[in-house]
Nanobody, 125 residues
Framework: QVQLVESGGGLVQAGGSLRLSCAASGRTFSSYAMGWFRQAPGKEREVVAVIDRSGGRAYYADSVKGRFTISRDNAKNTVYLQMNSLKPEDTAVYYC??????????????????WGQGTQVTVSS
């Protein structure tokens, strides 16, 4: 069992930055690929960024490429999402998730076994 707790969301002006953190319980954090997803009102949950178990490979959605950076610290059981140059369209609830899978970079919601409760990010124009 893995429990995930996100933090770092909030209200920021367009062009600003936020850093999301996701702390995981358990001693097997490095066995999981980790992903950040987001869901805006009236829209489906979408993948934002994914990092493999070692932290050596990452995937970014086209909409955030060049602005967001995912990273992880396996010693601290934590995954991060640094978000720069934020836009109003980045407004959403952001979720972190853990996937115990053979896929190096899982991209589908159903690939993920554990989810955090979400943290709200609001970007004002």
């Amino acid at each position: 069992q893995v429990q995930l707790v996100e933090s770092g969301g909030g209200l920021v002006q367009a062009g600003g930055s936020l850093r999301l953190s996701c702390a995981a319980s358990g001693r097997t954090f490095s066995s999981y690929a980790m992903g950040w997803f987001r869901q805006a009102p009236g829209k489906e949950r979408e993948v934002v960024a994914v990092i493999d178990r070692s932290g050596g490979r990452a995937y970014y959605a086209d909409s955030v490429k060049g602005r967001f950076t995912i990273s992880r610290d396996n010693a601290k059981n934590t995954v991060y999402l640094q978000m720069n140059s934020l836009k109003p369209e980045d407004t959403a609830v952001y979720y972190c998730a853990a996937a115990y899978t053979v896929a190096t970079i899982p991209l589908r919601n159903r690939d993920y076994d554990y989810w955090g409760q979400g943290t709200q990010v609001t970007v004002s124009s």
